[in-house]
Every structure is written in C-alpha cells, then in structure tokens.
C-alpha cells in the first residue's frame, strides 16, 4: 500500500497527466470501481482494450464478433486469449505497431502519428488512442502487491514505476531494490507486457527494461547537471518533473513506444536461443533529447545545415545514429513536402550495418529501406539517384565520392550523418585512405608509422581534410545537403566545420553534448585516469665512430632515440616489468580474467616487444601467460623471414581480436591496431610504451574505458608520457573538474586524516572482518552482519554536521581510491592496512551519497652504456577545468622545406646524455668497464665461453661476478650498494655483461 510520503508524488503524476498529458484517465487499481478492470492473469486492462478497438475498428470487430458466432460476450474472452499468445510469441513492441490477425480479421492495437500529411482519418484513429494510468495496480494474481504506477496504451501495460521520497528515507535506491528484490521477474505484467520500468524519487530516475532479479541492471534517466550526472534544481517543483510533463505525454510517449523503442536480437544461435537473449532498447534521456533536437531543427531550417553532436564513448551513439537516421528519412514539413530525400550514414562500424536493418525493419515491416555500399563507386551513385532506399550506408573511404556525386543532384536533398568527423587514428586509418587512392601497401604503412613516430601535430587526418574539401567555408556550403556529425572528440577544424556559433562567447560549440564527466559519473564508462604511473628512462650513449659527422638535429635526435627504445637491453627491462607486474597484479583483477595491451610505437617496436616479453616468460618457466600481436604488413627483422601478425601469433590476423578474448591469451602488443575502435571489457590494464599526443591519448587510453561487472578499476603504466600533456588531452573532452592528483604517500595520509573524525575504531574494523571476507557464512547472514558492523560507524557519521559529513565522505573516498590503486603495484606488511581497506570500501558504499618520413639511421654511429627505469609518478591523473579549447591550424606554415639545423654528432649525443643520463655518472661506467676489462682477462671465463653455449657459460660468469662485486665492496662506492641492494638492477646489470664479456671472448677481434 502506498504512504502518505509516496502518494503526493503519484497525485502530482496523475493529475498532469489527465490535465494536461493526453491521458483518458486515472484509475486506482485497489478501488472497487476499477479492480475488474484489469485482469492479472492476462496482464491487460481489459476495459480500455476493448473501448480502442469498438471506437476505432468497428467494421472489423463486428467480422470478429460474427466469426466467434455473433455473441460479443463470446468474442472478448477469445480474443483476449489470441491477443496474450501473440504477445507471449511476438512481444509487445511488434504486437502495438503492427496489431494482431484473428479469424482472418486483423485488429489494430495502436496508431502512430502520421508523419505527414493531414488525413482526417488518421488524425483521428491517432486521436482515439487511449492512454490511462493506474496507480496501485495488483499486478500479481497471486498476492495482493501493487505497483506505485501502471502506465497503459489502449489497455496494454507499457511502463511501470516505484515512487520514494526523501523525507521519509527512502529515495531511488529503495526503488531499485524493491524490484529487484520484490518484483517477480516472470510475472506476465512485468516481464512479457511492461517495457520499462521506472525508479522515481524528486531528485532523480533510472529505468532498466528487464528486470533480473537481484542482478537487475538500472540505468540512470537523468537530464545532467554542470557536466555531470543528476539533475539541475527546478525552481517550479521536483527535479523530476521533466519524467511526466515531458517523456510521458501523449505526443512524446506514443512517439517513443512507435519510433524509438526496439529490440535487440543476436545474430548467431539458434532461435530459442536468440529469442531468450533478446533486450529491449529504451533510449536514455540524452539520446532521446538529441533526436528530438535535431528532428526540431532540421524541420525548422530545412536542408543546407551542420551539427555537430558530441557524445562520449559509453553514449550509445549506434543506437542514437540509428534512431537519427531513421527520422531524418521520414520528415516532412508542415506543408507535406520531403525534406531529405536520403540519409547518408558514413562509417566504419560493421555493426551499425545489421542494427540499422533491423530497428528500421520493426518501425515499418519494409525491406529495402536500407541499402549498405561496400562495393564500387557504381553501385554507390545507382543509390544515390534511386528510389528505393532511402538510408544508404557507406565507408569513410566513399566519403569523398558520394559529395561529388550530391553535387551532381542539386534537385535532391541529403542529409548526411558522419560517425566520427575524424579518422581514428592518424596511422591506420591514413594508411587506408591512401590505399584506397592507389598507394602501396609497404610504403604507407611506413609512412602512417613515420607520421606517428613524430609528426603526429603536423599530420593530416584524412577523413578530415576530406570533409573540409567537401565542406568548404561555410558561405559555400551546398544547400541541398545538411551534416551531422557524431563524435566523442571533435577536433577543432571539426568543430569550426560542424558546431554551432555561440554569439556571445564567438566559439563554436557542439549542438548537442553528453560529455565525459558524465559518462564517468553514471558508470557508462571507467575513469581511466584514475589509476596511473609514469616511468622514466634513464639513459646515455657514446660516440662509436672517430669522425665527428654533422647530421640535422632534429632527426638525429629521432634516430638516437629510437636505436635506444629497440636496444635489446632497453626491451629486456621493460618485458620484465610488464610481466612482473601483470603477473602479481593485473592477473589477479575481474577474478583472474583481466586483461592487459602493451601500446608500442612501430611496428618493428611490437615485433620486438613480442619476441622479449615471450622469451622472459619462458626464460621464467611461466605457463599461465601468453601473448599476442598485432600489426599490419610484414617486417624484416634481419632473419631473412618476413614477419607478420599471421606468422607469430599462428593463426589468420582476422582471428586477432576473436583469440584475444578468449581464456587462453592475457597480453596483446599491439602497433596502431586495436588502439581505437576496440571493444573489449575484460582490458584492464594498458603499458604504454609510445608517446601519444592530443587526441592520441584519449583515443588509446579510452580502449580501457569499458565496464564489465567484474572491473572495479583500472590501470596504466606509462613508459613514455608525461603526466601533464596526458591530463591536457583529456581536459579538452572530459568536461569536469575532479580529486587531485596524490602523492604515492598520500595513502598513509589520507588514513591518518580519517582519524580526525573518530568514526573508526580498530576494534570494530576488526570484528567486521568475518562478515566483509565471508569467512564461510551464507549471503543473508553476511548481508546481515555487515549492516550491523558497520552500523555504529554509520551512526557516528549521521550525527556529524553536514560539512563534517562531506569532509568525511571525501576523506573515505579518497583513502578507498588510493589504496585501491597502490596496492597494484607496492606489496605492504602492515596488515592492518588491508583490514581498514576493506571496511572503509564497504563504509564508503554504504554512506554513497545518491543523489612519409625519411628515417636516419646512427646504429652502427652510437653506443649505449648506461640504462636505467625509474618510477616517477602513480596517482590519479584529475582534470582542473570544466571547458576544453581545441584549435584549428590553417595557413601556409613551414611544410617539410625547413632549413636543416646541423650539429656534429658529439654535441648531439651530449644534449641527449644531459636530458636521458640523470644519476648516471662517469665513476659509475670507469668502475664497470674495470668490472669487464678483469672478467676478459680471466683464464677460467675465456675456456668456458670458448667450450660453452652462453647457457652454460652463464653458470661460471654469475659466480665471477657476485665474486667481484663482494670483493670490492669497501670501497664504499654508491655503485656497490646499487648493485647488492637493488636485485633488479644486479639482474639486468649481470645480464647485460653477460653478453658483453661472452661475445668479446668468443670473437676478440670484436674487442
């Protein structure tokens, strides 16, 4: 039974509603004069059902009548028994849109809003619709159970909701709870009438369209507020209120129920299989918002406009696009005449082929509506000048075809909707474009790589630079073709091309935003910020050659670089952190499913890295790891043999991303590929060893960003990059100011700071321990013992003020985060730590406040003799401004005809060994050459590298050099204790001059 608490909120619903809502009426389903009206067993109002059908289809039920034998009374109950099978066989979605056939009769249960014309007849069956509320409904024939609201289309439910209010305690999570724990999910009413169910509270709304139980998924329906989830305040009443005064009116939701809800079936499986896997999609607030913005405007100023719609990953941008499409194909104006006559949709996604068909197919049963282009440019211009299909679907690499061919149809209209206003990736999708222009397979890529190895600032982006070609300036726009342009991260040329002016602030802007920030805070995507160390390499380098040869600076600095970054050494120590790490951490995240990508920066680099990191883990005798890589072309690695991703990973390169998904496989390397456009929740953690800049960053950072119900966070360990230029990147998409970053000893400092509240106590930490670890106890005692632990602590919280309460909260948060994150990569032998860690994640949960290049190569000119990685910084990366500024560049700029800036190669590697070679001192390497000039000249060492593998000479060379390293230790050098304390650096060291002391003695010419 409803409380006073709950019944203001279902008063102020329905009165709207019927006043002014389109709603027929509201019913109270305990009253008497309206029990019978709905029957439980069948999940229909039967009353309003048939009021419908005799206004509406007179003629037709009368044939249905006669057919039954003439008694109506006879008819109804036969008729109710048909139209329930064919919507436990068809489902309520088809069954509204497309009506019912019985005894050879066929009965309408809804009319759509005719999309033009102005036919008496069908303005008046729309009219006839009848849309009825019911508050307290019994739903379940067997219980006495009622649900707060019903909301009914012509006697068949289609939404419900649970109502809650603040003032009585109770607010949407109470909802939430009740159905996912009251509401029967196999109740017919529920499961196989209902589409949506909505948790409602004043401040805020969720909705799920399949209730599962305890595993029922809710998802936030919330207009945002500054960027963010929420809502903003209402100075005319409830937050809320924008649910019933605008979603559920008549006009808005007959549209949703006709032109926006579907279902979405897998493709493979067998029928029974395919049908149980079903999901209904309902849009969320911001895709109903811009569709709807869009179809106003575009209605408004015709043909010849630009939008740009920037929406984050985790959007549902597919499902927006599709839905985009689908109306801009149908507008008319008032006057009935067609606005576009084609929808063209540009994009890569393979899926948004089969999800346009499909969704397009259950709003009108008609094929050919939707035509996809992969063929040639014929088949391409056919449907562009054809009748037949209205919604053509092509790549990015058509792009500049199908602007030519519109130009040629200035009688026709298009309206063309762009899925990414930029390419992916400069590389791969570079390499593509050019492909598709003619160039050779081998030398764009070389080119992609060369772009992307240093000139990302400078490189065009294709699909752009067609854009702006066909775009052009704004005065010279085609007035038959309007744009609208879908990105989670518009460039400014983007921008500039497809937002929107702002007149006061003379900046362009998105027409329609869901940013980041928001994404991040309803949980659509991860934070992957959140968790983040930088490493840095140190390292210095000698001059190999007796001359002093002059070289361009610039690209001898490149050069040197890059012959540091392959150096076996160099890839050595990095394929043993990464796998040390993964190992001990990210192995053990998503309950073992977790998985990691290693970002390189060529593809030699992840040829390179591939072979490392799978010798470390056999040098090792690990058997629970294994790798995959991937990149396009072939390489020569000096072996004589091409290499390809088909070749070492032993399987076509189609199968990539398929295998890596699979159980078998934890760590995929990768070189341009998979960087963008890969969607794999089970990637938890990413090694970054390529520097990534602007868009870059965010693009391939993002591939960490998909939730899963097991990934409770994030990781990135960052070879390359600096903290701030990784935080500039985002800042310019994400939207939103958050924590700062954290000192590594911040976790002892946030711990301490809790302190100053005095809501933990030790002893209480430690008794809830058995219920939080689940020390053998069933769900509900553990469910049960861990509210009452945590109860006094709560209690204490409740009775701070409210600026207590906050710093508190915040206090919590950050402790929970922190430690959350340092745990991955510091073991800590204070167990109390973990203890407090774990009441204070549960304490936190439970005070949740709801509401072409060419490539120089010095080789054989350079010699490195000093390396070293060092942790810089971990921590959380947080954005410091609410608005991003992204800029075009235009104008005539320098181009490639610089003057070379020349220097001798001396001074080139000084300016380098002063910025790479920090604590790396000229002692340090005198005393190490001394180390190999006497491990040389040793008589034992020389017969067994002569007689031996290096294997086996390994066995002698590690006593010898533990020998000498103890033998010289007072001399009380910093380099001694490096090498005895630091077990890493005696590794790598002893490895290195394993090697050295090895092939000197092998070959002494070489010496």
Not at 281 to 309: C, E
Not at 786 to 800: C, D, H, Q, V
């Amino acid at each position: 039974m409803s409380s006073v608490s709950e019944k203001f909120l279902e008063d102020e619903i329905s009165t709207h509603l019927t006043a002014a809502g389109g709603y027929q009426l509201c019913k109270v389903g305990t009253d008497p004069e309206w029990r019978q009206d709905f029957k439980a067993k069948a999940g229909l109002d039967t009353v309003e059902l048939f009021a419908f059908i005799e206004l509406t289809q007179g003629p037709e039920w009368a044939k249905l009548v006669k057919a039954h034998g003439g008694e109506g009374e006879l008819a109804r109950p036969r008729f109710v028994q048909r139209l329930t099978h064919q919507i436990d066989e068809r489902g309520t979605v088809d069954v509204l849109r497309h009506g019912v056939r019985d005894q050879n009769v066929e009965i309408r249960l809804s009319y759509r809003k005719p999309a033009f014309g102005v036919s008496p007849e069908l303005v008046a069956h729309y009219d006839a619709n009848r849309l009825t509320i019911t508050r307290q409904l019994p739903f379940d024939p067997e219980s006495t159970k009622t649900v707060d609201l019903c909301l009914f289309l012509n006697g068949i439910p289609v939404a419900t909701a649970e109502l809650k209010n603040h003032l009585t305690g109770q607010n949407i999570e109470h909802a939430i709870e009740q159905y996912r724990t009251d509401r029967d999910p196999k109740n017919i009413t529920l499961a196989r009438r209902a589409l949506v169910h909505f948790a409602v509270d004043p401040d805020a709304v969720a909705m799920t369209t399949k209730l599962e139980g305890k595993s029922t998924r809710f998802l936030p329906f919330n207009l945002g507020h500054n960027l963010g989830k929420g809502n903003p305040p209402n100075p005319g009443g409830h937050k809320t209120s924008y649910l019933w005064e605008r979603v559920w009116t008549k006009d808005a939701w007959l549209d949703i129920l006709h032109r926006f809800i579907h279902v979405d079936r897998p493709a493979k499986g067998s029928v029974t299989a395919r049908r149980a896997a079903e999901k209904i999609i309902f849009p969320r607030y911001h895709q109903w918002d811009a569709v709807m913005k869009l179809q106003a405007d575009a209605i408004a100023n015709g043909a010849g406009q630009s939008y740009l719609i920037q929406h984050s990953a985790g959007s549902g941008k597919s499902n927006t696009i599709a839905w985009a499409a689908h109306r801009l194909s149908t507008l008319h104006t008032e006057d009935d005449h067609k606005i576009f006559d084609k929808v063209v949709v540009i994009t890569d996604r393979v899926i948004l082929d089969r999800q346009l068909q499909d969704t397009i197919y259950q709003f009108e049963h008609a094929r050919g509506v939707v035509v996809k282009i992969d063929q040639d440019s014929a088949q391409l211009a056919q449907a562009l000048a054809g009748e037949q299909a209205r919604i053509i679907i092509t790549t990015l690499q058509k792009f500049p075809f199908v602007i030519g061919k519109i130009g040629e149809l200035p009688a026709r209209n298009y309206a063309v909707v762009i899925d990414e206003a930029h390419s992916s990736q400069t590389g791969e999708a570079a390499k593509d474009l050019r492909l598709a222009l003619g160039a050779g397979e081998e030398h764009e890529l070389t080119a992609a790589e060369a772009e992307d190895a240093g000139l990302l600032s400078t490189a065009i982006d294709p699909v752009e630079e067609a854009l702006a070609q066909s775009v052009g300036a704004r005065s010279g726009r085609q007035p038959n073709l309007s744009y609208f342009a879908f990105t989670a991260t518009p460039k400014g040329r983007t921008l500039e091309m497809f937002g929107s002016l702002n007149p006061q602030t003379q900046v362009h802007e998105p027409f329609h935003l869901y940013s980041m920030r928001q994404a991040i805070e309803e949980r659509f995507i991860m934070d992957v910020l959140a968790n983040y160390t930088t490493y840095q390499t140190f390292w210095k380098i000698e001059k190999a050659t007796e001359g002093d040869p002059e070289y361009d600076a610039k690209k001898a600095r490149r050069a040197i670089a890059r012959f540091v970054s392959l150096h076996p050494h160099h890839l050595a120590q990095k394929a043993e952190i990464i796998i040390e790490h993964f190992r001990q951490h990210t192995a053990k995240e998503m309950g073992g499913l977790a998985k990691a990508m290693v970002v390189t920066s060529s593809r030699l680099h992840a040829v390179r890295y591939k072979q490392n990191i799978d010798k470390y883990i056999k040098e090792k005798g690990y058997s629970d790891i294994k790798t995959l890589v991937a990149f396009s072309g072939k390489i020569d690695d000096g072996t004589g043999k091409p290499l390809t991703e088909t070749n070492m990973n032993g399987f076509p390169e189609a199968r990539t991303a398929e295998e890596f998904g699979t159980a078998e496989y934890g760590v995929l390397i990768v070189a341009e590929k998979f960087q963008t456009g890969f969607d794999q929740p089970l990637l938890h953690t990413m090694y970054v060893d390529k520097p990534l800049v602007g868009l870059a960053a965010v693009q391939t950072l993002s591939r960490l960003n998909r939730i899963h119900p097991l990934k409770e966070n994030t990781f990135v360990l960052d070879f390359r990059n600096e903290t701030d230029d990784i935080v500039e990147a985002f800042e310019v998409f994400h939207g939103c100011t958050v924590a700062p970053p954290t000192d590594p000893n911040i976790l002892w400092d946030t711990r301490r700071r809790l302190d100053d509240f005095d809501v933990l106590r030790p002893d209480e930490v430690e008794a809830a321990m058995p219920a939080l670890l689940g020390a053998g106890a069933s769900d509900e005692k553990r469910s049960a013992e861990t509210y009452a632990a945590l109860g006094p602590a709560k209690a204490r919280f409740e009775e701070m003020s409210d600026e207590e309460r906050l710093e508190f909260r915040d206090a919590l948060t950050r402790f929970v985060r922190t430690y959350s994150f340092v745990s991955q990569i510091a073991a800590f032998t204070d167990p109390s730590l973990e203890r407090d860690y774990v009441y204070c994640r549960a304490l936190s949960l439970y005070l949740r406040d709801t509401g072409t290049v060419e490539r120089l190569d010095l080789g054989t000119e350079v010699e490195l003799t000093h390396l070293r990685h060092q942790m810089t910084f971990t921590g959380t990366l947080a954005m410091t401004s609410e608005t991003g500024e992204v800029r075009s560049f235009f104008g005539e700029g320098k181009g490639s005809q610089q003057e070379l800036d020349m220097e001798h190669l001396s001074s080139i590697v000084e300016v380098l060994n002063d910025r790479f070679g920090t604590d790396l001192t000229d002692v340090d390497k005198l005393l190490l050459d001394q180390f190999e000039e006497s491990w040389v000249a040793d008589g034992e060492l020389s017969d067994q590298a002569q007689n031996n593998t290096i294997d086996n000479f390994r066995l002698v060379f590690d006593r010898k050099f533990l020998q000498t390293i103890i033998t010289r230790v007072d001399a009380n050098d910093e380099i001694y204790k490096k090498i005895l304390d630091d077990e890493d650096f005696r590794v790598i060291l002893g490895e290195f001059y394993l090697r050295k002391v090895y092939e000197r003695l092998r070959d002494p010419a070489s010496s």
